[in-house]
């Protein structure tokens, strides 16, 4: 403890035991120490809302201040500042523009805490707070960040709370390939043309006080796309299967046909595959598209060429002669060729052969009848029919008798 102290309180102890004591009002603040000006009130010095602020507590006189205790009695004080005993001080950060007029009391104790003569007397001051600079904040949050496809356009505007000009800069990291930020507008555009995930920190600046950063992240996937290993064929009546497989985008793909119109009898599964029994023969032109869970679309056009079905052409084939060469292909209607084909049931005319790849019958006949066959043919898809031909064979002509072997 100082001796100052020591002395002041000696001398408090005394004038109380002998009555002595003053009851005036000492304790009043010194406003021209505290850099105010005026009294009643006292007009101290103006605060700016946002930027800190801080004036000290002097009182008049000798008065010690160790064991004083400041505080707010009446009136508006600034929201943000407040009264510190310890430090004797008025500080903080004021939060909201305005003239704010209020008393201050300050109260003197004795150490340990015991009202002395001089209790408490309060002043009255005066405290402006002028509108501060709006601070820069900028955006988005990243869940506003949208997420990006390999060769297809994107556009990202950041954002400020305030409308100033302001130099926009990439300060940390890198934009995504392909992307750039507009140091004017604070505009990220372009065509990303990597897939993956970038994280980069964007800077604003207004003035040496007003900056800000804000750390994002972009994603960009990879463009949705369909394949099928085959377009296989198909005929009417026949299971059908085409499965489609869908990369790129991400999350599970919703399909549907988007264009066209299938076959009849032919669907689309969710795994987006092609399936059915076709009921009706034709070209048909369809287009599928896959839909990843961001909304990222992917299309496949396709024909698809359903056939008939395989039928033999039952037929009354053209006569043969006997002992002369013949051939004849035989013929069937709708199928996916190429077919094999089949004696079911016969005879060959004798001197006959048949080939089964070509379904073609040939050969020199040696006895003259008329034949009935059974042919069956299956084709690619392994679709069977069967037919009934028909082969009459002609006997040879015989040969005529010259005028002179008639005479003899």
């Not at 103006?46 to 002097?58: K, M």
């Not at 604003?204 to 994002?216: E, F, H, P």
Request: aromatic share 6%; charged share 20%; hydrophobic share 40%.
């Amino acid at each position: 403890m100082s001796l100052k102290r020591l002395l002041f309180l000696a001398l408090l102890a005394a004038a109380v035991s002998l009555g002595l004591a003053s009851s005036g009002p000492a304790g009043n603040y010194d406003e021209q120490r505290m850099g105010c000006e005026g009294e009643g009130p006292a007009t101290c010095p103006a605060a700016t809302e946002g930027v800190p602020y801080s004036i000290p507590l002097e009182l008049l006189g000798d008065e010690d201040e160790g064991c004083a205790v400041h505080q707010v009695s009446s009136g508006s004080f600034p929201p943000g500042l407040s009264v510190n005993s310890d430090a004797a001080r008025i500080e903080g950060t004021p939060t909201q523009a305005g003239t704010y007029q209020f008393y201050l009391t300050v109260t003197l104790y004795t150490c340990p805490y015991e009202c002395g003569s001089k209790c408490s007397s309060d002043d009255e001051f005066v405290i402006k707070v002028n509108p501060g600079v709006p601070r820069l904040f900028i955006g988005p949050e990243q869940s506003g960040v949208p997420v990006g496809t390999v060769s297809a356009p994107y556009s990202l505007q950041m954002t400020a709370s305030v409308p100033d000009a302001k130099t926009w800069s990439i300060v940390d990291g890198a934009l995504p390939a392909g992307l750039t930020l507009g140091s004017a507008d604070g505009l990220i555009s372009g065509t990303p043309t990597t897939v993956g995930t970038t994280t980069f920190t964007v800077r604003a600046q207004i003035d040496a006080q007003r900056v800000d950063t804000k750390t994002l992240a972009i994603t960009v996937r990879d463009r949705v796309a369909i394949a099928a290993a085959v377009t296989p064929p198909s005929e009417v009546g026949v299971v059908f299967l085409m499965p489609l497989a869908a990369t790129g985008g991400t999350g599970t793909f919703a399909w549907s046909v988007s264009s066209g119109a299938m076959p009849t009898g032919l669907g689309l599964t969710p795994t987006g595959a092609v399936v059915g029994k076709p009921t009706q023969a034709g070209r048909f032109a369809f287009t599928v598209t896959a839909t990843d869970a961001e909304g990222r679309t992917g299309a496949y056009p396709t024909t698809l060429a359903v056939a008939e079905r395989l039928a033999v052409v039952a037929q009354r084939l053209r006569p043969a002669r006997q002992g002369r060469f013949y051939e004849v292909r035989l013929k069937t209607t709708g199928g996916v060729q190429p077919a094999i084909w089949r004696i079911k049931r016969g005879p060959l005319p004798r001197g006959m052969r048949f080939d089964r790849q070509l379904g073609l019958l040939y050969g020199t006949p040696t006895r003259a009848r008329t034949y009935r066959m059974q042919f069956e043919a299956q084709d690619a898809l392994r679709v069977r029919s069967a037919g009934t031909v028909t082969l009459v064979v002609k006997a040879a002509p015989r040969p005529s008798k010259s005028k002179n072997t008639r005479r003899r």
